[in-house]
């Protein structure tokens, strides 16, 4: 079946600009979270999604980010005001409901650049 | 604060050598660990995982880690490696004390494999 999708694969912007990057999860999946790479880091959390709701984000680092999930399924990370350091690979992942014990299963990534 | 460090954010190896990465963790509770694999040009990938049992786990392509609580340790190893396992790898964790389940990873290993 199909994995995690995730569009743009590229996104170029200027600094100040507003972005938006979309999650499409596995079917079936009511879980969904985003993550943050940075270049020679591991992938660090940024919000969590269970059905509609975010239930956890604790790892959204300002209020220029904001994330909605409004049907459950698809999830759009919406950047205001980008600034270069928000340069990065956007990683989305989705998992079962049973997440006590299922994996989570990434996206290729949206590679965000602010010039 | 939970965090993962991976010791060898480098390493090379000739065809055929013995692999060992090491990954240890920080958080208190009981908790599942995961190594994810990044190869050239692809998404994270799930090699294998431990939530309970046999803290022997074994995953694909003859990849193995061993979970050894008391030293907050979960290695992971291979006997024998080869060209096609160049590529960066992540050890994760998460809790059952975080309802999120989000994953902690560490900066993560690149593995060079040469033939």
């Known amino acids: 079946g199909a994995g995690v999708s995730q569009t743009p694969s590229n996104k170029v912007t200027e600094k100040g600009k507003y972005v938006e990057l979309r999650c499409d999860p596995i079917?079936?999946?009511?879980?969904l979270y985003w993550y943050r790479q940075s270049l020679g880091q591991g992938p660090e959390f940024l919000i969590y999604f269970q059905g509609t709701g975010a239930a956890d984000d604790s790892g959204l680092p300002n209020d220029r980010f904001f994330a909605v999930r409004p049907e459950g399924s698809v999830s759009t990370l919406k950047i205001q005001r980008t600034e270069r350091g928000d340069s990065a690979v956007y990683l989305c992942?989705?998992?079962?409901?049973?997440?006590?014990?299922?994996?989570?299963?990434f996206g290729p990534g949206t590679r965000l650049t602010v010039l | 604060a939970q965090s993962v460090s991976q010791h060898n954010h480098h390493v090379i190896l000739s065809e055929a050598a013995s692999l060992e990465l090491g990954c240890n963790y920080s958080y208190g509770g009981t908790v599942n660990l995961f190594w994810y694999v990044q190869y050239p040009g692809q998404h994270l990938q799930l090699l294998l995982k431990?939530?309970?049992?046999?803290?022997l786990v074994k995953g694909i392509k003859g990849f193995e880690a061993e979970f050894i609580k008391s030293k907050f340790s979960f290695n992971l190893r291979k006997p024998s490696v080869q060209w096609s396992d160049t590529a960066e790898y992540f050890c994760?964790?998460?809790?059952?004390?975080?309802?999120?389940?989000?994953?902690?990873f560490g900066s993560g290993t690149r593995l060079l494999v040469r033939p």
């Open positions: 079917s079936g999946h009511t879980a």
């Open positions: 994760a964790v998460n809790s059952w004390m975080d309802s999120s389940y989000k994953l902690i």
């Open positions: 992942a989705s998992s079962s409901p049973d997440r006590s014990t299922d994996t989570q299963y």
């Open positions: 431990y939530f309970s049992g046999d803290p």
